[in-house]
């Protein structure tokens, strides 16, 4: 879905939004003769054998992606004008405004599209035919207009319903936790905060013996997770925008073992955030700060909490003023970076995260989060100290 939002974000407010879909996805693709009796059953005393690959087969998705990706590269070379994406069987056409109007975008698509399917013996699956400015994608809904992504109300209810009966269960199923899991992955793609909150809950479903009937109790941090999101959903509105024309916020950080370090300046530019040595000299005492590491994070805490920390205790103590920012955090922790991108750590240094994804001390501001390593800019930076 980033992928879909940096396109919508190139191709320019109001762009025009075409999807199309596969008829039958997985079937589509041949068995070899040969593994035909690989995927043999049994009914009535007749044996039947799949010559294309059903739905539920593991490695299905993987073969189907693999066309999938190939006609992608066809509709993309013989439509230059428009971006193309797509999700297995879902294919997206994103055409700028400049074209001319939506009846244009429609039949520049089509006058490839259709042609090229039909050559290829694809079947077309017209009932689930969308465009325009506003279209629901992968079960969410876009408009290119206002740079709105928007979860529908029934599936945040839901969302909040699902959580909240696996708390009133004491013990929970392998299918029922990763049906969960699997609806709860679909709302991060919206609920944007949800990412770190489902880390705890993969590990429970790990941690389920192979006979997958088995049941076992959910550990607390899973248990917190799921109170989050049964909390926190009633009190979203379902709204994501993911424009990027918002004043810069550059932030540095750094972490020893005595102390969390951290500096930010107002900025212009991506590029000029990256040239903290001619900002630093002029900037007000209040743009910096120092906090004790054991007040912190505690007296053992090992460096990567105490790196994750002091980007927390940036936002804590400066939030109020980067209300309606794009903030750019810099570090010199691999953790950090890694982990805040794709919003997923493990272990302890998990908890500062949370912490920093869900502060209370910040309810209005709207944080994302672009993590690029003091090393990944100036190869010649050591880390450990600004």
């Known amino acids: 879905m980033d992928n879909i939002f940096d396109l919508i974000r190139t191709s320019g407010r109001g762009c025009y939004i075409i999807k199309r879909d596969i008829k039958d996805a997985f079937r589509n693709i041949p068995v070899a003769p040969a593994d035909w009796p690989l995927l043999a059953f049994s009914w009535d005393s007749k044996t039947y054998m799949e010559c294309c690959h059903p739905f539920g087969l593991t490695t299905a998705p993987f073969i189907f992606n693999l066309f999938a990706e190939g006609l ?3 509709l993309t070379a013989y439509l230059p004008v428009a971006s193309i994406a797509y999700y297995l069987d879902n294919f997206i056409a994103i055409f700028p405004s400049s074209v001319g109007g939506l009846s244009k975008a429609l039949t520049a698509f089509n006058t490839v599209y259709i042609p090229l399917t039909d050559a290829l013996g694809i079947p077309r699956n017209d009932s689930k035919d969308a465009a325009g400015t506003v279209v629901s994608v992968l079960g969410v809904e876009i408009d290119t207009t206002l740079l709105q992504a928007r979860m529908p109300r029934d599936k945040l209810a839901r969302a909040s319903s699902e959580a909240a009966s696996l708390l009133q269960l004491d013990r929970v199923s392998h299918k029922a936790l990763q049906r969960v ?10 609920i944007r905060l949800g990412r770190a909150r489902l880390q705890s809950l993969y590990s429970d479903l790990a941690s389920f013996p192979p006979h997958q009937r088995s049941v076992r109790r959910l550990s607390h941090d899973s248990r917190g997770d799921l109170a989050w999101w049964r909390d926190t959903l009633p009190l979203f509105n379902g709204i994501h925008f993911f424009e990027k024309s918002r004043p810069l916020v550059a932030l540095y950080t750094d972490a020893c073992d005595s102390g969390l370090g951290h500096f930010f300046f107002y900025t212009p530019s991506w590029d000029s955030a990256r ?33 994750v920390s002091a980007i927390l205790q940036a936002f804590l103590i400066h ?17 950090a970076f890694h982990g805040l991108s794709k919003q997923a750590l493990r272990g302890p240094v998990l908890c500062s995260m949370k ?32």
């Not at 912490?355 to 672009?370: H, M």
């Open 319 to 335: 939030s109020p003023h980067w209300a309606h920012h794009l903030v750019l955090a810099f570090t010199d922790s691999a953790v």
């Open 355 to 386: 912490n920093f994804k869900g502060s209370k001390e910040a309810p209005k501001l709207t944080i994302r989060s672009l993590v690029t390593p003091y090393f990944r800019v100036w190869s010649k930076r050591k880390a450990g100290g600004l």
């Open 275 to 307: 040239d903290w040595m001619s900002a630093a000299p002029h900037l007000p005492s209040t743009h910096a700060a120092i906090v004790d590491a054991s007040s912190a994070c505690g007296d053992v805490a090992h460096i990567n909490i105490k790196e």
């Open 72 to 74: 992608n590269w066809l």
């Open 181 to 190: 899991i699997g609806f709860l992955q679909h709302c991060s793609m919206v």
